[in-house]
């Protein structure tokens, strides 16, 4: 349950641009209504997992919950779509609550940048040169040379994502951890990656940064030629995700453990 929503909540709808979403945008405004994002107590995201992200990147920190219907794919972040019934769904929805990674690179120039990743932050080679990396956890360095096509570091929630398909492990939703999984590893052959706990502060440093470029990637907002990246947990900011009752995040990925 809830709980902390008024009868009947002001909904605000935001949409991808795929025709099934902008029917059911349209259909469910209709319905509904519609409210400014900024006056809702929900927010009510039609689309795919890529609308989804989109839209809990676009309410870091504003504390409003999430409600997604899936009118994409895949929707592992979603919930079935239904028109009928949907203040009586969010009212009876699980909260689960989640945090971002912040992510500072600099590049070769000396700027900073900085950016927030909620799946994962990644680092990638730019050209056909495998990226060389070192790899230091709360100023430990724990691997001199990496040399692979990259390394990524993600959180629970998108360990079922770009990190499972690299061969990372599925993290349970409230295990303290992150993972730390290596893209296309060349040497050392055999290491496979790192499970570490979800207040580390990892440092990645690119080697022959200008010889061999690396782009580094906050799930979908991009860097390029990086020298450094620092990764870690912001608990500062919380995101409120709501799921239809039996089908929470925390089942969900516990489902994908065990392939259904």
Known sequence: ?????????????VASQAPEAQLALER?????????VEEADVVVALGGDGL???TMHMMLGAAKPIYGMNRGSVGFLLNEFREQDLYVRIEEAERSVVHPLTM?????????????????VSLLRQTAQ????????????????LSADGVLVSTAVGSTAYNFSA????????APL???????????RRWRGALLPDNARVTIAVLEAEKRPVHAVADHIE????????????????????????HGLEERILREQFGY
């Open 1 to 13: 349950m809830t709980g902390f929503l008024p009868p009947n909540p002001k909904l605000a709808f």
């Open 28 to 36: 469910l405004v209709r319905f509904y209504g519609q409210t400014p």
């Open 52 to 54: 989804m992200l989109q």
């Open 104 to 120: 500072r690179a600099v590049d070769i120039h000396g700027v900073t940048h900085k950016a927030p990743a909620i799946n994962e």
């Open 130 to 145: 495998a990226a060389k990396l070192s790899i230091s956890v709360d100023g430990m360095m724990r691997l001199e040379e």
């Open 167 to 174: 061969n990372g492990p599925i993290l349970p939703l409230k």
């Open 178 to 188: 992150l993972a730390l999984t290596p893209i296309s590893a060349f040497r050392p």
């Open 223 to 246: 860097f390029r030629h990086i020298s450094e990246v620092n990764i870690e947990m912001d608990y500062g900011v919380d995101l409120v995700l709501l799921h239809d009752h039996g």
